[in-house]
């Protein structure tokens, strides 16, 4: 619903402090970047011209357009080699890369990933949800993430909104969602993942060696 691929029925959706009705859908889907579970990348283009898709309908020049491919590959850690190679000669993660690279051509403000990492094995999973944290710090734009994976929301969100047949359920930052379930449904959501156990573990210890050096603090003061 956020690039009105899908219109919402009732209540307010709002880009740049703008309804998102109010902007024409080209304009508004050529501000936000667009990153998939099933990639989507075109298979007769190469690398290159699938990265280029977005920056050419903005009539970007030529020189500018291979600049920014030349600069999001060696981001996102593709070799040069790979610019004239076809998706199908690519892995999985490659492909993946290549389409986040897609998805940032166009300097976005917003980049939306719609389960990108679901069809990957768990090395090449975690290996890119560590690339999303290095680039979101690089970056700095905002990333919009649709995950059914709890312990990717845990590891890479910062605010989390956790819905459940369409309502907003409960939202907060990662810990304060489980450190203060709402109701039993957000508990047990979130019971499931062994990431937040062992977070709220390490919070407990936290917890008990701040309280232990606060209380020595205080003896060492009082003799």
Known sequence: MINRLVEHDSGTIRFAGEEIRSLPVLELRR??????????????WTVAQNIATVPQLQKWSCARINDRIDELMALLGLESALRDRYPHQLSGGQQQRVGVARALAADPQVLLMDEPFGALDPVTRGALQQEMTRIHRLLGRTI????????????????????????VIQQGSPLSMLTSPENDFVQA????????????????????????EQLSGDGWWKR
């Open 189 to 212: 959501f979130f019971g499931r993942s062994e990431l937040g156990v062992r977070l709220l573990s390490l919070r407990s210890v936290g917890d008990y060696v701040r309280r232990h």
């Open 144 to 167: 919009v993430l649709v995950t059914h994976d709890i312990d990717e929301a845990l590891r890479l969100a910062d605010h989390l909104v956790l819905m459940d047949g369409g309502n």
């Open 31 to 44: 501000r936000m970047g667009y990153a998939i579970q099933s990639i989507g990348l075109f298979p007769h």
